[in-house]
T-cell receptor
């Protein structure tokens, strides 16, 4: 099955700092790749996704590029805000068949942004 | 905005008791899921459900677990005889179609087994 190695946290940054959260995965085939975010007291929300090699997913200033050659999907943001404080999860999906929606989550990275 | 809702938000139960966690997926979604997260550990897939039957289940989803969509709106997870190690946050999710591939998660139900 799939596996994910995600940068360990917690990560603490000052507002407007640059953010990178590394994610590498192993998978059969070429799965869609997702980043989910969990804000305090809330459920998991899709942050961005990429469905094929070299695709760049982006949302709310966050970006991640599907790198097939390095099996990576690193999350970046050029200037973080206090409101970005949350837990971030990298998750490859399954390449197809009947396993739609079966995600393999990384352990999550806690991000805290200070003013 | 449509959302997945879960009840209860927190349940405390004694070991050996039956527990039912309830979920109302987004109304036009067709694929339904349960995931769980033991405190400090990864979010793990439990089971997927489509067309009124289980599509796939993980090794965790043993005979003590069952899922049901009894009335076309609710999607339930039953744990027949809870164990201490079932203590976790349980997340329900739904998806409209696999082409889109986006899972919509509820806020979770925290289960504490004493």
């Amino acid at each position: 099955g799939n596996s994910v190695t995600q940068m360990e946290g917690p990560v603490t940054l000052s507002e407007e700092a640059f953010l990178t959260i590394n994610c590498t995965y192993t998978a059969t085939g070429y799965p869609s790749l997702f980043w989910y975010v969990q804000y305090p007291g809330e459920g998991l929300q899709l942050l961005l996704k990429a469905t094929k090699a070299d695709d760049k997913g982006s949302n709310k200033g966050f970006e991640a590029t599907y790198r097939k050659e390095t099996t990576s999907f690193h999350l970046e943001k050029g200037s973080v805000q206090v409101s970005d404080s949350a837990v971030y999860f990298c998750a490859p999906g399954n390449a197809g068949g009947t396993s739609y929606g079966k995600l393999t989550f990384g352990q999550g990275t806690i991000l805290t942004v200070h003013p | 905005e449509p959302e997945v809702t879960q009840t209860p938000s927190h349940q405390v139960t004694q070991m050996g008791q039956e527990v039912i966690l309830r979920c109302v997926p987004i109304s036009n979604h067709l694929y339904f899921y349960w995931y769980r997260q033991i405190l400090g550990q990864k979010v793990e897939f439990l089971v997927s459900f489509y067309n009124n039957e289980i599509s796939e289940k993980s090794e965790i989803f043993d005979d003590q677990f069952s899922v049901e969509r009894p009335d076309g709106s609710n999607f339930t997870l039953k744990i027949r005889s809870t164990k201490l190690e079932d203590s976790a946050m349980y997340f329900c999710a739904s998806m409209l179609d696999p082409i889109n591939g986006e899972l919509f998660f509820g806020e979770g139900s925290r289960l504490t087994v004493l």
